[in-house]
């Protein structure tokens, strides 16, 4: 089992930053593909960034060039820096794992068996 804590969530205006840390433990985990989603408040859970276990990452185009995924093996814990933040990314973002076994990145929710309680991000106008 892996299990996933989130932080850094928060309220912020718009064109602000925040980061988003997630710490991973347990037996099963090693270096594996993370990932961060959100979901907003009546909307389906939506795909964020990713990240392989060789650093590889691959963003959602609402993202582009304003989010940053990176990690730190050592530490089992990945980033996500929220840059030039606005309204619409208010959701809850939740970070989340691939298996083990995996090496490559996905930007598939069904394919993230662990996942964390999620943090609050709101970006008033």
């Known amino acids: 089992q892996v299990q996933l804590v989130e932080s850094g969530g928060g309220l912020v205006q718009a064109g602000g930053s925040l980061r988003l840390s997630c710490v991973a433990s347990g037996r099963t985990f090693n270096g594996n593909p993370m990932g961060w989603f959100r979901q907003a408040p009546g909307k389906e859970r939506e795909f964020v960034a990713t990240?392989?276990?060789?650093?590889?990452?691959s963003y959602a185009d609402s993202v582009k060039g304003r989010f940053t995924i990176s990690r730190d093996n050592a530490k089992n814990t990945v980033i996500l820096q929220m840059n030039s933040l606005k309204p619409e990314d208010t959701a809850v973002y939740y970070c989340?794992?691939?298996?083990?076994?995996?090496?490559?990145?996905?930007?598939?929710?069904?394919?993230?068996?662990?996942w964390g309680q999620g943090t609050q991000v709101t970006v008033s106008s």
């Open positions: 990240i392989s276990r060789s650093g590889s990452v």
């Open positions: 989340a794992a691939r298996p083990d076994s995996s090496f490559s990145y996905s930007t598939y929710r069904s394919q993230y068996p662990y």
